[in-house]
Structure formats: C-alpha cells, structure tokens
C-alpha cells in the first residue's frame, strides 16, 4: 500500500518561493508517474505538473508554467516541485498523487493514491 506524505508548504509574500516535497512509503519507481495538482476553496482540483519517475520525462500544465519545476530523489523516493515568484493566486492546498491509472495526466481522477496536502498561502 503506497502512502504520500507532502510537506514544504507554509505562508510566503507575493515574489517568494517555495520547493514542496511529496515523500513516498515505498518505491516509487514502480508507480511510474507521480504529479502535482492544487486545490483552492471552492475551488476544482487543478493540475500543475508530472514527472515520470522512471525516464524523467516532465510535463507541465499553463497554470503555473515558468514559475515550476517538477523533480525527483528517487533514493529518497521524493518527489519535488520547486516554485517560484509566487502569486496570492496561488494560494491552495497543495497535493501529490501516483500510480497513474486513466489517460490524461491532468485528470484527477486518474490517479490512484494521493497524499493529505500540504497548505501555501501568499500575502500580497
């Protein structure tokens, strides 16, 4: 049984940064695909990026394209996502998910495990 664990998230001011982690409890290489997605209230859940842990192949969304990069530490069995000059927008819980089981990667419904989330909010 595969659990995600995010963490890395906290409050920060517009401009500012921000690397998340999403730690694995076993080897996430057998998951192949792992990805970021965030959730505002009220909000659907939006995806951000993915990273194919096997062949390191990334793709990332419009949303925050320029402003995220996706990586990953598989000795750690981590993956990251790096962001950058950070936007009250962006303001969300922040989740990861793998075990990628539909066609589109940026459907949340494709993916089979997803962590708790781990909150960023930034001030203007």
């Known amino acids: 049984h595969l659990e995600l664990v995010e963490s890395g998230g906290g409050s920060v001011q517009a401009g500012g940064s921000l690397t998340l982690s999403c730690t694995a409890s076993t080897d996430i290489v057998t998951k192949y695909r792992v990805a970021w997605f965030r959730q505002a209230p009220g909000k659907v859940r939006e995806a951000i990026a993915t990273i194919n842990v096997r062949s390191t192949d990334t793709y990332y969304r419009d949303l925050l394209a320029g402003r995220v990069t996706i990586s990953q530490d598989v000795a750690k069995n981590t993956v990251s996502l790096q962001m950058f000059a950070l936007e009250p927008e962006d303001t969300a819980m922040y989740y990861c998910?793998?075990?990628?089981?539909?066609?589109?990667?940026?459907?949340?419904?494709?993916?089979?495990?997803w962590g708790q989330g781990t909150q960023v909010t930034v001030s203007s």
């Open positions: 998910a793998a075990d990628f089981q539909g066609r589109a990667w940026y459907d949340a419904n494709a993916w089979g495990f």
